[in-house]
């Protein structure tokens, strides 16, 4: 291996392809240098960068059983399927020959040239593009106050911020599920830049002493670690959205001079004006993200309690909508039903209070497309009107590809996602790996999918959805006993097989139902009825 004399970076380049392994990505390049991200679990990462870091070396099954696994006791099949999946993502060389071979009675070794990056050409090719106009990341405030379980209020605060930045067209903004995994003291805001691709990083703090508020904010050039300014905001609580419009004006003014000084606060509305409904808001945003049954519950109690101090606070009634709709797919609270029936009618009251709300555009669109496959085009259309209004809105770019493959176009939801991921670069959404596996079985690519939803369950290992998908595609790849195995794993996560085989409980996904019926049915040994 040809080991450039600089600090190893943790990054290789092999056969089309470049691996940093500091950050866990795996990107294929295309004949034009262009690099599109791999999916791949944290297992098969741990075990690629091994083989690489020995640069064509044998390397033995218990030292990989002691690097990957840290000496935990597995079964030999464990390796076997890791090693599978990294054949399958990897594919061929050139000579058509697997790049990694087996060595008999030794180990695995790669056989194919390995070169090991020096840190500036791995930067230069395994980080994000600095986009084409003014970016920011906003890192997730301090919080200052004396009751440590304040910090919700703080990451709201930053939230917040981070909206009212999104709306302005001229902006690229990270979303907070990116920026948000840079959290606590001492973040070399230069490291965020290069990580995230953005040329400006903000950072703060807040304190809630009783009704007053403190926001302390400042705003660094990443590359330069240049402080280009900081301001201290007091306010009382009832006044915390004029103090969240002043963060945010101030730091576009700062970031572009151009702008006019009260665009933000023309183009965003308030979301309410009660701040007990705000903070029963706040409290339900980080369950809201869990795909799991007790924080999506607990997530819809904070939500009604903030719809009932506030029957027009549109962002809870679209999130309470989303909320019913996990529920209702995955088969968890009450019967799916009557969490179908909350959804729907939860989703059309949030776009009569707040259709011009990016947020709510989104989440209810979805919500309404998921049920109803005669709401599929309008929900297009209110989507895409949110990622108009907020070109920055990761989580719209999302929904926008779960909508487009309801649609029934795959190829297109697989560019809204890589949008989605550019704008997130790390994200928290536990089912975003499920949603590519999802995308790679219409499309055809089903040793693709099981390589994204197997990376899924590594993050969201009790999502029935990601569990589905992967049954029918080990299904369609001929894996019966694979196949068999995770429906055993999913019955034991619910009772609802397949959405469940009430089509009215199922995403509609248009052209593929049946394909995605039929191969679950078979996986489930012919007992799941076709509705």
């Known amino acids: 291996m040809n080991r450039e004399e600089n600090v190893p970076s943790g990054a290789f380049a092999f056969e089309g392809f470049r691996f940093d392994q500091r950050r866990g990505e795996l990107l294929r390049l295309d004949q034009m240098g262009q690099a599109t991200p791999v999916p791949i679990g944290s297992r098969a990462c741990a075990l690629l960068g091994l083989l690489l870091d020995e640069g064509g070396?044998?390397?033995?099954?218990?030292?990989?059983?002691?690097?990957?696994?840290?000496?935990?006791?597995?079964?030999?099949?464990?390796?076997?399927?890791?090693?599978?999946?990294?054949?399958?993502?990897?594919?061929?060389?050139?000579?058509?020959?697997?790049l990694i071979q087996t060595v008999h009675g030794r180990g695995y070794r790669l056989a194919v040239p390995v070169r090991r990056l020096t840190s500036a050409t791995a930067r230069e090719n395994s980080e994000p593009a600095m986009p084409d106009k003014p970016s920011i990341a906003v890192l997730p405030l301090a919080n200052l106050s004396d009751d440590r379980r304040q910090q919700y209020f703080a990451d709201g605060m930053a939230e917040e911020i981070i909206t009212a930045l999104s709306r302005i067209p001229s902006l690229f903004v990270i979303a907070r599920g990116s920026s948000f995994t840079y959290r606590g003291p001492g973040v070399d805001v230069k490291r965020v830049g290069r990580e995230l691709g953005v040329r400006y990083v903000l950072e703060g703090s807040v304190r809630k002493s009783g009704r007053a508020v403190r926001i302390t904010a400042q705003l660094t050039e990443a590359e330069t670690r240049l402080q280009l300014w900081a301001e201290r905001f007091d306010g009382a609580l009832d006044r915390i959205f004029e103090l969240q419009d002043s963060v945010a004006t101030s730091v576009a003014a700062m970031i572009e001079p151009t702008l006019e000084a009260n665009e933000i606060s023309r183009s965003r509305q308030r979301p309410t004006e009660d701040l007990n409904a705000y903070d029963w808001y706040l409290r339900a945003l980080p369950d809201c993200l869990a795909?799991?049954?007790?924080?999506?519950?607990?997530?819809?109690?904070?939500?009604e309690q903030a719809i009932?101090?506030?029957p027009r606070f549109g962002r809870a009634i679209a999130l309470a909508a989303s909320c019913r709709q996990m529920l209702a797919c995955a088969g968890w609270g009450e019967d799916p039903w009557t969490n179908r029936q909350a959804a729907i009618e939860l989703a059309r009251r949030a776009l009569q209070v707040a259709n011009d709300d990016p947020m709510v555009l989104a989440e209810s669109a979805r919500v309404l497309a998921y049920f109803d496959n005669e709401e599929i085009d309008a929900a297009i259309g209110l989507v895409e009107r949110a990622v108009a209004l907020n070109p920055s809105y990761a989580r719209g770019w999302y929904w926008n590809g779960w909508i487009r493959l309801y649609a029934g176009d795959p190829e297109l939801a697989t560019a809204h996602f890589e949008t989605s991921l550019r704008l997130n670069p790390r994200p928290t959404t536990q089912a975003f790996m499920t949603s590519i596996g999802v995308a790679y079985f219409f499309c055809g690519r089903y040793e693709e999918a099981v390589d994204a939803l197997l990376a899924g369950l590594q993050v969201a290992p009790?999502?029935?959805?990601?569990?589905?998908?992967?049954?029918?595609?080990?299904?369609?790849?001929?894996r019966h006993a694979e196949a068999r195995q995770i429906v055993d794993r999913l019955r034991k996560l619910t009772p609802a097989l397949a959405s469940p085989a009430d089509r009215s409980m199922m995403p509609p996904f248009r052209k593929h139902m049946d394909r995605y019926l039929e191969s679950l049915r078979r996986a489930a040994g012919e007992e799941l009825v076709a509705g």
């Open 57 to 98: 070396g044998v390397v033995s099954k218990v030292r990989i059983l002691d690097r990957v696994w840290c000496g935990t006791f597995v079964a030999d099949a464990n390796l076997t399927v890791q090693i599978s999946a990294l054949r399958r993502v990897l594919g061929r060389g050139r000579d058509g020959s697997s």
């Open 291 to 303: 795909y799991n049954a007790e924080p999506l519950l607990r997530a819809r109690e904070a939500l």
């Open 308 to 310: 009932a101090c506030d």
């Open 462 to 478: 009790f999502w029935p959805t990601t569990y589905r998908f992967l049954a029918a595609s080990w299904e369609m790849l001929g």
